[in-house]
């Protein structure tokens, strides 16, 4: 079936570098993808998202890649903090009917920044 | 503005026994979800709610598993008789959802269950 899935599930940089978590995925009829950041004991928080139509967006430090010909999505975090350990993930918006959108989240990424 | 509240954070049962969560969405926001996440995964849909009214609730194991929402506001989700597999932390989020367009979701911090 449909599936959204990382390649990597525990990435570890160290404070200040950047770091890029990817993203494979098979349904080509999303409309969005999305990033989620989850800290421990927290529920998902929507960090950024890119429409299907476009290929890069950035935002505060982050910038999201979209490859639709090999069904990839990756996400770079600059100068990577302490604040930034937390498990990432990748989650496909899709439409139902009407205004029903249907999210589907990938397994995660566990980023670890070492000071 | 306060966020999505949930409560309990944290329940331990034995099974067999019912349990039961419960959800306060953003003020105004007229859709609410359940997700249950196993440890490492994402979150799976399990309902969602439009105003008062379940609009997708295939994954609901209706079995055990029940939700309402009345007046549209708070949610509760509650399982009955609880399995050993039920253990998973269980989420709720709320979106504003306006005619031809997705709001975001937004989650609470979610009820980690543990069944023994």
């Known amino acids: 079936g449909e599936s959204v899935g990382l390649h990597l599930p525990t990435l570890s940089v160290q404070e200040g570098d950047n770091s890029i978590i990817n993203c494979a995925y098979s349904n080509s009829a999303s409309d969005y993808f999305i990033w989620y950041k989850q800290e421990s004991g927290k529920g998902p928080q929507f960090i950024i998202d890119i429409r299907s139509n476009m290929d890069k967006r950035q935002g505060q430090r982050v910038t999201v890649l979209l490859n639709k010909t090999v069904k990839h999505l990756s996400l770079q975090i600059a100068a990577t903090q302490p604040g930034d350990s937390a498990v990432y993930f990748c989650a496909e918006k899709t439409r139902g009917g009407g205004s029903n959108y249907k999210l589907t989240f990938g397994k995660g990424t566990l980023l670890t920044v070492n000071p | 503005e306060a966020g999505v509240v949930q409560s309990p954070r944290y329940k331990i049962i034995e099974k067999k026994q019912p349990v039961a969560f419960w959800c306060n969405p953003i003020?105004?926001?007229?859709?609410l979800y359940w997700y249950r996440q196993n440890l490492g995964q994402g979150p799976e849909l399990l309902i969602r709610y439009e105003n008062e009214e379940a609009v997708d609730d295939s994954q609901l194991p209706k079995d055990r598993f029940s939700a309402e929402r009345l007046k549209g506001v708070d949610s509760t989700l509650k399982i009955q008789p609880a399995e050993l597999g039920d253990s998973a932390v269980y989420l709720c989020?709320?979106?504003?959802?306006?005619?031809?367009?997705?709001?975001?979701?937004?989650f609470g911090p979610g009820t980690r269950l543990t069944v023994t």
């Open positions: 989020a709320s979106s504003l959802i306006r005619k031809g367009a997705g709001g975001e979701q937004y």
């Open positions: 003020s105004g926001h007229n859709t």
